[in-house]
């Protein structure tokens, strides 16, 4: 049975990139969410308008503001609503982050399975990530 | 009392930052709040009927938030079970939306928490990673299912959830250090067992794992329910990995806290490439819910009350009938 007193090498890769990453992220979380509360850009929803939308369901409300679904926010990062998702894909990306830099290592110590494990997450994650996955209405 | 709890908390620097930030976060959204809605940006659509002005519930979202992080530190749950109930229950925001919200609380929390149990070997990659593959895919299916399905459908599931885990909760045993005698042939093939140092007790302890099979399994129902529902899914994870699989509690419990960073990201873009996630909803709710975990884990340090376990069913107790009520449209 292999022995583990202290963390693998992969281990403590991936929670450095964990711990960076985490950190930038949450403050980029605070400060456009600080933009976005000053209006210094334009918000695409109005924040009056917001109380009559985040009732609906979302289909409906993606009907009513236009907002396109997948990546479509990135074509309108200039408004000071859709600038917090530059932070919140930040923060939903950096696990694939510190897959992806796990990998070489895994495979480099010739462990093969998890070195495949690591890819298919990663693809898993790219895949939920990519927007091809839509949900149906209700 | 009241006089020793007040010296105990200004007693605290850390504490005292992030009340006084907590302070300043308030009052910058009563300001600008009040600001935005007289001079912010025209719209041709009507604003709400509703005679409470927008900023209202941000606030109030972001006070309970707070609250819910203190409790769930002291009740021993994730934020993102309390989270995705109440708000979900008892504010005007649809579900699609809180549980988008949820998610990223719980994606937060387990971001947050995940480098410090990594990093001293609570929380064990090994174990992880063939479980968060399992739970992460079966997330995105319960992601656009939770998306796709009628909400009263979504409420009436999330009801008998949350009172299944009310249940869990209640009867589940749990075990520090579960006898495994001999390791499964998946387990000893994937080489998933370790040693990790008992500090309160200086013991090194070596543990293995048994019944994977059964538990990876497992993880497909748990991987569904966590992205239909936004809850998180620590309720699960630890009575799974501890009990059916032997995994030592602790390890249990940190690598499930680890597994919600993975399981919740591949949930989290579902809602997020959906347009279930409002920016006003979400910020409030993780500062909030972060801010009163570390409140939480401060008061922890001091104290733990034993009422608050009970306090914390109760809430699930209320809010899963609440919400199953609401499904089956008894209570709206």
Not at chain 2, 137 to 152: K, Y
Not at chain 2, 213 to 237: D, E, K, V
Not at chain 2, 270 to 276: E, F, L, Q, R, T
Request: aromatic share 8%; with cysteine; hydrophobic share 55%.
């Amino acid at each position: 049975m292999e022995k583990k007193l202290k963390a693998t090498e992969e281990q403590l890769t991936y929670s450095k990139i964990l711990d960076l990453g985490m950190k930038v992220g949450l403050l980029a979380l605070v400060i456009t969410f600080i933009i976005y509360l000053t209006g210094i850009f334009t918000p695409h929803i109005p924040v009056n308008d917001l109380p009559k939308y985040w009732g609906m369901s979302v289909h409906k409300y993606l009907e009513a503001t236009h907002i396109p679904r997948g990546w479509g926010w990135l074509g309108m990062v200039g408004k000071g609503d859709f600038l917090n998702f530059i932070s919140i894909a930040f923060l939903a990306g950096v696990t694939t982050v510190c897959y992806i830099a796990i990998i070489p290592i895994l495979f480099r110590k010739k462990d093969t399975v998890y070195g495949m494990i690591a890819i298919v997450e990663v693809l898993v994650l790219v895949l939920a990530a990519s927007g091809i996955l839509k949900s149906g209405g209700h | 009392m009241k006089l020793q709890i007040s010296n105990f908390k200004f007693q605290n620097a850390k504490l005292r930052s992030s009340l006084i930030l907590i302070f300043v976060f308030c009052i910058m959204y009563l300001v600008v709040g009040s600001a935005l809605a007289s001079t912010g940006p025209s719209s041709a659509a009507p604003v709400s009927e509703s005679a409470t002005p927008w900023w209202v519930w941000p606030l109030v979202l972001f006070a309970v938030t707070f609250i819910l992080g203190i409790v769930a530190v002291l009740g021993g749950v994730g934020g993102g079970v309390l989270f995705v109930p109440i708000i979900g229950g008892f504010f005007p925001f649809n579900l699609d939306f809180v549980r988008g919200a949820g998610l990223l609380v719980a994606l937060a929390g387990a971001l947050a928490a995940g480098p410090g149990l990594l990093k001293k070997g609570m929380a064990d990659l090994r174990l992880a990673l063939p479980v968060a593959l399992i739970a992460s895919a079966s997330a995105i299916v319960g992601a656009m299912m939770g998306l796709a399905l009628p909400q009263n459908v979504v409420n009436t599931a999330l009801g008998a959830t949350i009172l299944g885990i009310v249940a869990i909760m209640l009867m589940a045993k749990k075990s520090e250090y579960p006898e495994v005698k001999q390791a499964d042939a998946l387990s000893t093939a994937l080489r998933i067992n370790g040693i990790y140092h008992e500090a309160s007790t200086g013991q090194e302890i070596n543990w293995k794992i048994h019944r994977t099979p059964q538990g990876l399994a497992l993880f497909i129902i748990i991987g569904i329910m966590a992205g239909m529902f936004g809850l998180g899914a620590g309720w699960a994870n630890v009575p799974v990995l501890n009990i059916l699989m032997g995994a030592p509690l602790k390890v249990s419990v940190a690598t499930s806290k680890f597994l919600l960073s993975i399981t919740d990201t591949s949930a989290a873009w579902i809602y997020v490439n959906n347009g279930a996630v409002l920016p006003m909803m979400v910020v409030p709710s993780i500062i909030g819910i972060m801010l009163g975990s570390i409140v939480g884990v401060r008061i922890l340090a001091k104290a733990k009350p034993a009422a608050i376990r009970y306090i914390v069913i109760g809430l699930l107790l209320f809010s899963g009938t609440r919400a199953l009520l609401k499904g089956l449209g008894i209570w709206n």
